[in-house]
């Protein structure tokens, strides 16, 4: 409910997590918790006590499903797609951590929304979540907007990585 989160934390808990649970914020406030991944904190350069993901950063079997609409006649539809996808996700990384960081909750919904829609549809699924996080935590006016910017850009870097080793590959 919404105000669950700052009675909790005003009555002196560490941290909150609200139902239902999410896996990966789950992860990363256990990560958190255990010092990894935040500066200053004693385990820092410790590996993760559990990973974030398993699964591949694109589920490329998804733009399978996109070849039943292939026309002879016409460019290939999944590398377009893909263009289009990559051209928009470079747009959202010049806009959303900006937004973030002045705490521009509007915007920064607004292109999360945007962006999950369209790694939903590549098989971008981990990155779809960190946008759907995004999403909800500014739509609630709460989130630490440097540790959403830095999973965002570092998982844009790996999905765009995996996109151009399908590409050449």
């Known amino acids: 409910l919404k105000g669950d989160r700052e009675r909790c934390l005003a009555a002196g808990m560490d941290d909150y997590l609200s139902k239902p649970i999410v896996e990966e914020d789950m992860l990363r406030i256990l990560n958190q918790w255990a010092g990894i991944g935040t500066p200053g904190k004693a385990r820092s350069n410790a590996s993760p006590l559990i990973e974030e993901r398993t699964s591949p950063p694109v589920d490329f079997t998804r733009l399978d499903e996109y070849r039943l609409y292939q026309r002879e006649d016409a460019p290939d539809i999944v590398q377009s797609m893909v263009a289009q996808f990559l051209k928009a996700l ?19 919904r607004a292109v999360a929304h945007k962006a999950k829609t369209g790694c939903a549809m590549v098989g971008a699924d981990r990155l779809a979540q960190i946008c759907r996080e995004i999403e909800t935590e500014c739509g609630m006016g709460s989130g630490d907007p440097v540790d959403l910017s830095t999973r965002f850009i570092r998982e844009c870097e790996i999905v765009m990585s995996a996109f151009e080793a399908w590409r050449a590959g």
């Open 90 to 108: 470079h747009e959202h990384l010049a806009v959303l951590p900006r937004a973030l960081m002045e705490h521009d909750h509007n915007r920064a």
